[in-house]
């Protein structure tokens, strides 16, 4: 079973910066997406950023030049820093992956959420 741990959430004050960090672990055989998305209070989840296998990256365009997504598939984790924050981006932040586990099943599995608080 394919198990996500995410860590890095917190207090920020305004044009700060924060590093979140997602690491999986269990029986995964490759991953082909690796994403953070965030949710803040009577939003919907929205993707902020994404990775593929390939290292493509696609981000959301509020925070592009500011975010950067990297991914390690060997080590399988992904990291998303967040420089220059604004109090409006304070959400929980969830990371995403979607791969194949040692069974050949096709995943995709959400972290537990950290939370990002900018204020000052």
């Known amino acids: 079973q394919v198990q996500l741990v995410e860590s890095g959430g917190g207090l920020v004050q305004p044009g700060g910066s924060l590093r979140l960090s997602c690491a999986a672990s269990?029986?995964?055989?490759?991953?082909?997406?690796m994403g953070w998305y965030r949710q803040a209070p009577g939003n919907q989840r929205e993707l902020v950023a994404r990775?593929?296998?390939?290292?493509?990256?696609d981000y959301k365009d509020y925070v592009q030049g500011r975010f950067t997504i990297t991914g390690d598939n060997a080590k399988k984790t992904v990291s998303l820093q967040m420089n220059s924050l604004k109090p409006e981006e304070t959400a929980v932040y969830y990371c995403?992956?979607?791969?194949?586990?040692?069974?050949?099943?096709?995943?995709?599995?959400w972290g537990q959420g950290t939370k990002v608080t900018v204020s000052s």
């Open positions: 995403l992956l979607e791969g194949f586990d040692s069974t050949g099943r096709y995943f995709t599995k």
């Open positions: 269990g029986s995964i055989i490759s991953l082909n997406v």
């Open positions: 990775i593929t296998s390939g290292g493509t990256t």
